[in-house]
């Protein structure tokens, strides 16, 4: 170690030299921010755009918006969006109920073998599910779920359950072990205790796990696109449909692009807090 | 934010089992673990366990007489077959270079972001945006009003650069499939690194910049190696997704042009719709499992060393 050596305060003209540092950096990041926010922003504007003017060059920065393209999307959009938010909360409630009592079972009471459970349930995340698309396309058919909305829900439970009982399992470790204990000596059996004491605890937690679940299943296409068709499909394949063999179909696109992606940008911009941790899977806190 | 995790190892409450524990406390416990792990393993392992009968059988969806029994000639195929490999290699190159692209954007994302700045948390805003796009609204949106040769804003910012009215999309397909790709994922990286440095010790940093260490031999002496476990995890993490990228090869240049961008997902894809051949793709998926099998298990390995990092930072 060397010496410290003692500073007296920053003479006026290095302090204005650290302050404008910061305001170079600041301004670095905010068009870098901008930039990176760039596509987002211009599918926004183009949404705005009548098709005229949505594909001319040089692109057109001014025009006069309208909501044309958007009373067409909303028009035609009905059954897309009723099937991919049955599908979205429907897993969401069920990987709810499946993870949570898992979770408790793996950190609270944990079974023997927890560990070999944990990573069972993360290895499911890394076996691609493309590899056994044309399988699950001919077991659909043979059970009748060929085109619709269970199957999706099933599908989709499944996909999340693993990446929800990691997220659970990381809030139920955090319940102090002296409310357990206490609750315990208090008589209370497991279910009272899960009622009375673990759930108010983790609530946040289980509201952030659900985002993440929402997020996933929302956005979801390849499951959706190989194994369904009309009665179940879903908000992505309606976009696939917003883009027509020929014609122009630019604003018309971006206004769907929109519609489609603002209910998962709006819930991730209010759960900007807890995306770390979800998205890590309890990694990160 | 700062960072703990159990992981593999205690949980909260560790109780002192009596030796010879009841089966009836051993059934509590498993009790509520059962729903989960059964269900899990009937929706993912079945579905594999059928993928392997196909792979042995002759099965194309559009010739009548359903599936017969052929033995290897599936794998045979798969084995000579250049365009199943030609796709392995390309995913491979897509997740390397978009993930290994992404993570370095997002260390630069997240160091800019640990500093104050006035409008700090609206930048965050922006940066962590594209993450939330819907990725098919991604694809398409980058597609068309981003990348059109005659519209497209990009080829408008580029001109200035001598660019003029590129057709990405057939010059350089792949590299505009990767670029969305790292367009998605580079804020994921940013949210993780910047836990990571946000959880460092302000302390040790101070001692750092007293002894008048400069920015960059503090950030390689210090920050870095603080950091290792976080940009491991997002690599990993990133992985396990962009692996299976489908929406922005399907919908940006489907597959094309010629097998220019097929990647794994797109060509197994394809083997179903296009092919009908139900077997051929099972066979190339056996393959595929076995494959991803053999990575995972080096990253379940990684895995269980990241989450064990308990206690760093804190």
């Known amino acids: 170690m060397s010496a410290v050596r003692a500073r007296t305060r920053p003479p006026g003209g290095q302090r204005f030299r650290e302050m404008s540092g910061h305001i170079g950096w600041g301004i670095i990041a905010w068009v870098a921010g901008i930039a990176f926010f760039l596509p987002v922003l211009w599918m926004v504007l183009t949404a705005f755009k009548p098709e005229s003017a949505a594909e001319t060059w040089p692109p057109r920065f001014t025009f006069s918006p309208t909501l044309a393209e958007f009373r067409l999307v909303f028009s035609g959009w009905g059954p897309f969006v009723t099937h991919s938010v049955i599908a979205t909360v429907a897993s969401t409630v069920l990987v709810l109920l499946l993870g949570i009592p898992a979770a408790y079972a793996l950190a609270i009471h944990p079974v023997k073998r927890w560990q070999d459970g944990l990573f069972f349930f993360i290895s499911t995340k890394m076996l691609p599910i493309v590899a056994a698309i044309g399988p699950l396309y001919v077991i659909a058919l043979k059970t009748h779920l060929l085109d619709s909305i269970w199957l999706l829900i099933i599908l989709y439970t499944a996909m999340n359950l693993p990446l929800a009982i990691w997220l659970i399992r990381s809030f139920m470790l955090e319940v102090p072990g002296e409310m357990l204990e206490a609750a315990e000596l208090d008589g209370a059996g497991r279910l009272r205790q899960m009622g009375e004491v673990i759930m108010p605890v983790i609530s946040p937690g289980l509201v952030s796990s659900a985002l993440i679940c929402v997020i996933f299943a929302w956005n979801e296409l390849f499951l959706a696109l190989n194994l369904t068709t009309t009665n179940a499909a879903t908000l992505p394949m309606f976009l696939i449909s917003s883009v027509p063999q020929e014609g122009l179909y630019i604003a018309h696109l971006s206004a769907a692009a929109t519609v489609a992606s603002v209910p998962v940008i709006i819930v991730g911009w209010i759960a900007q807090r807890s995306l770390v941790r979800g998205l890590s899977m309890g990694a990160i806190k | 934010m700062a960072v703990v995790e159990t992981g593999a190892a205690q949980p909260a409450v560790t109780e002192v089992r009596p030796r010879g524990a009841t089966r009836r406390e051993a059934w509590q416990r498993r009790l509520p673990l059962l729903p989960a792990l059964i269900y899990t393993i009937v929706v993912t392992q079945v579905p594999f366990l059928v993928t392997l ?262």
């Open chain 2, 53 to 314: 009968w196909y792979s042995f059988q002759n099965y194309f969806f559009d010739v009548p007489g359903g599936a017969h029994w052929t033995g290897v000639s599936n794998y045979k195929e798969v084995f000579t077959n250049a365009a199943f490999r030609g796709a392995l290699w390309r995913s491979v190159v897509m997740t390397v270079v978009a993930v290994l692209v992404a993570m370095i954007l997002g260390v630069a994302f997240a160091l800019l972001l640990d500093r104050k700045f006035l409008g700090r948390s609206i930048v965050r805003t922006l940066i962590i945006t594209p993450f939330l796009v819907m990725p098919a609204a991604a694809a398409l949106v980058w597609a068309g009003p981003m990348l059109d040769p005659n519209f497209g804003l990009l080829n408008y910012l580029l001109q200035p650069f001598g660019v003029h009215h590129v057709a990405w999309l057939s010059t350089h397909a792949l590299g505009s499939v990767i670029v969305v790709m790292i367009w998605q994922w580079t804020p994921f990286m940013t949210l993780i690194v910047l836990a990571g440095l946000q959880g460092q010790p302000a302390d040790v940093l101070e001692a750092a910049k007293v002894d008048g260490a400069g920015a960059l031999a503090t950030f390689r002496e210090l920050t870095f190696p603080f950091l290792r476990p976080y940009i491991e995890l997002g690599i990993l993490l990133g992985s396990i997704y962009l692996i299976n990228v489908f929406d922005a090869v399907r919908l940006m240049t489907n597959g094309g042009p010629g097998t220019a961008t097929t990647n794994l997902p797109f060509y197994l894809y394809e083997q179903v719709n296009n092919a009908f051949d139900v077997g051929g793709a099972a066979a190339a998926g056996v393959v595929t499992v076995i494959l991803t099998i053999i990575v995972a298990t080096f990253a379940l390995r990684m895995f269980a060393r990241v989450f064990q990092f308990e206690g760093a930072g804190s």
